[in-house]
């Protein structure tokens, strides 16, 4: 008969692996009551709720600004005839189909309460359309595969716009908030961001814009889309300054208020030459509902990143375990002797599923 405590390690590991369950494939879950719940949906999207359990071969009135939705990020093309019908085809379902596989969503093909929910939430407004290289992993780039080509050193600077910004959060607030979310990225591979004065000469250009700001992309008032940023070597980063930007939910109590350190953070990505990924818990998934924090880089950005630029020298993905596990509590109690080797075992297993 074996002591307790030589199950400890062992039970250490499987909750281990439990914790790190979201930097895996989201799984779909078992499905819940159909409640609509979005909080704070803007006006335009939240019309899309008229449309649940609706079918294939069903005619409904105003399909057609679904459809407008659906084009707009990547899953159906321009309309032969410039109007979408408003009746769900067989096009349209494999557009549905496409969007669930892209948010990692039940694929059913039909506008269940998951699927409706997730078209309502707040999202970024880059399109979903990506060049996705390996089946087993989830991270996508852009067509064409973009990255900054700079001579190694690569040191990206950054500057805010000296007009488009917003006046309730300090200058020095959002610089904090920035610079955090760019050394996250930086923490991961070998490239350094630096923030400069000289808006006209920086590689990444920030600013906050309302409506129509020039670039064919207008933002949509608030939530609905966020934020949106471009392809490398590009380098413009806009964000909607029509939402309630905040960097904590203490001081704002908005039921609409977004955090501006998560969407920083995944606009990042993008600068970087990140599409969308369907693993939900990543940072580069599409969708962020108000009031909620997301800026720790999962596996799923981290491969992805690093699969454009490499690794920085003093990355381990121990170290990405490690701040998981610090970033969710100290009931761990990984203090014991037995803590290092766990989590090294946890990283193996982690680099032996990226290498699948
Ligand atoms: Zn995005
Ligand atoms: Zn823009």
Not at 47 to 69: N, P, T
């Amino acid at each position: 008969m074996f002591p307790f405590f030589s199950y400890f390690p062992l039970f250490l590991f499987l909750l281990l692996l439990l914790l790190s369950r979201p930097c895996f494939p989201a799984r779909p879950l078992p499905k819940p009551p159909t409640v609509l719940t979005v909080d704070g949906h803007n006006d335009t999207w939240g019309d899309f709720a008229r449309f649940l359990d609706i079918g294939k071969g069903s005619h409904v009135s105003g399909m057609s600004e679904l459809k407008q939705y659906f084009k707009k990020f990547g899953y159906l093309p321009v309309p032969n005839s410039n109007n979408f019908t408003d009746n769900f085809d067989d096009r349209f379902e494999s557009a549905v189909i496409a969007y669930q596989t892209r948010l990692g969503l039940t694929v059913t093909g039909k506008l269940d309460s998951d699927t409706i929910s997730t078209i309502m939430s707040p999202r970024c407004g880059v399109s979903d359309a990506a060049h996705t290289l390996h089946a087993t992993r989830h991270f996508a780039y852009f067509y064409g595969k973009p990255r900054w080509a700079k001579p190694s050193p690569v040191t990206l600077t950054y500057a805010f716009s000296p007009v488009n910004m917003i006046d309730y959060l300090s200058s020095s607030e959002i610089r904090t908030v920035f610079n955090r979310a760019f050394s996250r990225w930086a923490s991961v591979i070998p490239v350094n961001f630096a923030e400069t004065e000289n808006y006209s000469l920086a590689d990444i250009k920030i600013g906050f814009y309302t409506g129509d700001h020039g670039d064919g992309e207008p933002f949509d008032g608030v939530l609905g889309v966020l934020a949106h940023a471009f392809a490398p070597e590009n380098g413009r980063f806009h964000l909607d300054a029509a939402e309630t930007w905040a960097v904590d939910f203490g001081e704002d109590k908005s039921k609409v208020a977004v955090d501006l350190e998560s969407v920083a953070t995944h606009e990042i990505g993008h600068v970087l030459g990140l599409a969308h990924t369907p693993v939900k818990e990543a940072v580069m998934y599409p969708s962020l509902s108000p009031r909620t924090r997301k800026v720790d880089l999962k596996i799923d950005d981290v491969a992805g990143v690093q699969a454009l630029y490499g690794s920085n020298p003093n990355f381990t993905y121990s170290s990405l375990v490690e701040s998981a596990i610090s970033s969710s509590g100290p009931a761990i109690g990984l203090e014991n002797g037995s803590s290092k080797w766990v989590v090294s075992l946890v990283a193996v297993v982690l680099m032996l599923w990226l290498c699948i």
